[in-house]
C-alpha cells in the first residue's frame, strides 16, 4: 500500500497512536533520572551504580538501532513497531517490581533495546503514510512527541515519585505502553513500506547499500556534536548552576533548560516545512548548527536574564534541525521505501555512541579543567564536525512528487 492510498480517514488515527506512542515512549526515556535519589536509597545504590542505571538504557538504545532497521526490512515497520512498543512496555512495567539496582539496570537495557527497535521503524511507518512534499511537517510532529514526553516524564516523573514511590513512576510508564500496543494493531493499517525482503540473509543483502550510505554517514557524523551539545545543555546545566552561580535555586536552574524542551514542540513541524517547501536543507542543518554551537560556547559568559532568550533559541534550533534531519532519509535515493528505518536506525546509533561519548568527556573535562573550559570544547567540537555535511548529494522530493518519484536536487545550502 503505498502512502497515497491510505486514505486520510485511516492516517488519523494511526498517527494519533503512533504519536502518542512516541510521547510515551519518551516520557520513558526520562523518569528514571527524575526518580533517581528515591531509587539510589532504596537499593543504597551509589552514584557509579547508578550511572550504570541510566547508561544500560542508553546502551540498549544504541546497540539495537540497525538490528531494528534490518528487521523493518524483513518483516515490516508495522510488525516491528507494534512488537516494540510491547517489549519496551513489558521492561518499563517490570522495573517497578525491580528488587535491586542490577536488576532493574537490565530491565533498563530491555527498555533501551525495546526503544530502539521502536524509533525507526514507527518514524518509517509514520512517514509513509504521506507523500513527498508533505512528509516533512508530520516528521517534525513525531519529533515533537518526544520533545513533549521527556519534558512531562522529569516533570510529572518527579511529582509521582515523591508522592507515591519511583516504582510508580517507572511502572505507569509501562503500562501505558502495554496498553498501546493492544490498541496498535486494530488502528494502524497494512501497507506503507511493510518490508522487501523475504529472508534475513535477503534483508542482509538489502541493508548493505543503507550502510554504506555516504549520505547517513556524513549526516550522523555531521551531527554528532549537536546531539551532544543538547545533552549537555540539558543534563548538565543544573550541576553548572551549582558550581558556578550558587545563588540561584535549583528549580530555576531545572526550568531554564525546560524553555529548551517546550520550544522543541512547535518548532519541529515548521523545520519539517520549510524543507518541504524547497528551503535548502544543507543550509538549514549549517545555519542551525552555528548558532547553537555558538550559544554553547557562550553559555559561561551568559548572565541570568540572557538565558531566557539562549534557551528557548536553542529549543526552536533543536526541534528545527532534528525535524530535517530525519527527513532527508526519506528522500534519498538508498533509503527511500522500506529502507528508510535502517536509514534512520544508522544515523540515530551513530549519534547515540558518538554523542554519549562526547557528553562522558564533558563532564571529565568539567571536573578536571572547570565548566568553562567543557562549555567552549561542546560547542568547538560541534562546529567543527557540521562539515560532515558539506558536498553531500542530498535530495529533496520534486513538487507534486509520489512517493516512486525521483528526487530533485537540494538547492545549494
Known amino acids: 500500500m503505498s502512502a497515497s492510498a491510505v486514505p486520510a480517514s485511516g492516517r488519523r488515527p494511526a498517527v494519533a497512536a503512533l504519536l502518542l506512542a512516541r510521547t510515551v515512549y519518551a516520557f520513558n526515556w526520562y523518569n528514571v533520572g527524575a526518580v533517581l535519589p528515591f531509587v539510589g536509597h532504596a537499593f543504597g545504590a551509589t552514584t557509579a551504580e547508578l550511572g550504570i542505571v541510566l547508561g544500560a538504557f542508553l546502551a540498549g538504545a544504541g546497540i539495537f538501532q540497525v538490528p531494528a532497521g534490518i ?24 522495573s517497578a517490581l525491580a528488587p535491586s539496582w542490577e536488576i532493574l539496570a537490565a530491565l533498563r537495557f530491555g527498555a533501551g533495546a525495546g526503544a530502539a527497535f521502536f524509533f525507526a521503524p514507527a518514524l518509517g511507518l509514520f512517514a509513509s503514510y504521506y507523500p513527498e512534499g508533505r512528509r516533512g511537517p508530520i516528521v517534525g510532529l513525531f519529533n515533537s512527541g518526544f520533545s513533549i514526553g521527556s519534558g512531562v516524564g522529569l516533570f510529572v516523573g518527579a511529582l509521582i515519585g515523591a508522592e507515591f514511590g519511583w516504582a510508580w513512576a517507572l511502572g505507569i510508564g509501562g503500562i501505558l505502553l502495554l496498553a498501546l500496543g493492544a490498541i496498535a494493531p486494530f488502528v494502524l493499517p497494512r501497507g506503507g513500506w511493510e518490508g522487501a525482503a523475504t529472508s534475513l540473509s535477503g534483508a542482509g543483502r538489502a541493508a548493505r547499500s543503507v550502510l554504506r550510505s555516504r549520505t547517513i554517514w556524513g549526516l550522523a557524523l555531521a551531527s554528532t556534536g549537536l546531539w551532544a551539545a543538547f545533552y549537555e545543555t540539558a543534563q548538565y546545566f543544573v550541576e553548572f548552576v551549582h558550581a558556578v552561580h550558587s545563588g540561584w535555586s535549583v528549580a530555576l536552574a531545572a526550568g531554564l533548560p525546560t524553555l529548551m524542551i517546550v520550544l522543541e514542540v512547535p ?147
Open 71 to 94: 528487521a523493518a526490512l524483513r518483516w515490516g515497520n508495522r510488525r516491528v513497531s507494534i512488537v516494540a512498543i510491547v517489549v519496551m512496555g513489558a521492561c518499563c512495567a517490570a
Open 267 to 413: 518548532s519541529g513541524p515548521f523545520g519539517g516545512w520549510l524543507a518541504d517547501r524547497g528551503v535548502g536543507v544543507r543550509g538549514l542543518l549549517v545555519g542551525t548548527g552555528v548558532v547553537t554551537a555558538a550559544l554553547v560556547v557562550a553559555i559561561p559568559w551568559v548572565p541570568l536574564a540572557g538565558f531566557w532568550l539562549l534557551f528557548p533559541v536553542l529549543g526552536v534550533l533543536d526541534g528545527m534541525m532534528w525535524a530535517v534531519l530525519y527527513l532527508v532519509p526519506t528522500y534519498l535515493p538508498e533509503t527511500r521505501g522500506s529502507g528508510v528505518s535502517l536509514g534512520l536506525a544508522l544515523l540515530n546509533a551513530i549519534n547515540i555512541f558518538g554523542g554519549s561519548a562526547l557528553a562522558i568527556g564533558f563532564g571529565f573535562l568539567a571536573a578536571g579543567v572547570g565548566f568553562t573550559a567543557a562549555w567552549v570544547v561542546a560547542g568547538g567540537v560541534a562546529a567543527a564536525l557540521l562539515p560532515f555535511c558539506l558536498g553531500l548529494p542530498l535530495a529533496r522530493p520534486s513538487a507534486g512528487a509520489s512517493g516512486a518519484s525521483s528526487a530533485g536536487a537540494l538547492p545549494p545550502g
